[in-house]
């Protein structure tokens, strides 16, 4: 019966082997992709905050500079800064209060336009 042998211990390592390099790799992608996702979803919202601002100071009658802070999904913090010269400029710019992936404030957008007194 020298034909039903079986695997020997170093094919079973071996195969042990490739199968845990495969699953850390599984693991990689995975994280990478929880990563990414929460980058993304942090930009959409950041996005979002800075172009209803800078509608709300379109349409202001008195401007200036300010923060405030708004709690969604995350917290985040919008600044913005009104220009002295004609025609003002306006910068709003958000952060994420605490980037769950670097445990600080992260700077997500900064966006300017111009205001002028004439359309």
Known sequence: MPGNRGFTLI???ITASIVACGLVA???IFSFAI???????Q???GTSLAYDKMEELRWATALADGTDQVTLDDTYLRTW???S???RSITVTVY???NPLTRRQTEL???TTLLSPVF
């Open 11 to 13: 094919e079973a390592l």
């Open 26 to 28: 599984v693991a990689v």
């Open 35 to 41: 990563r990414a996702n929460v980058s993304n979803r």
């Open 43 to 45: 930009m959409a919202v």
């Open 81 to 83: 800064q009104i220009g």
């Open 85 to 87: 010269s004609q025609p």
């Open 96 to 98: 994420a209060v605490s």
């Open 109 to 111: 957008i900064e966006v």
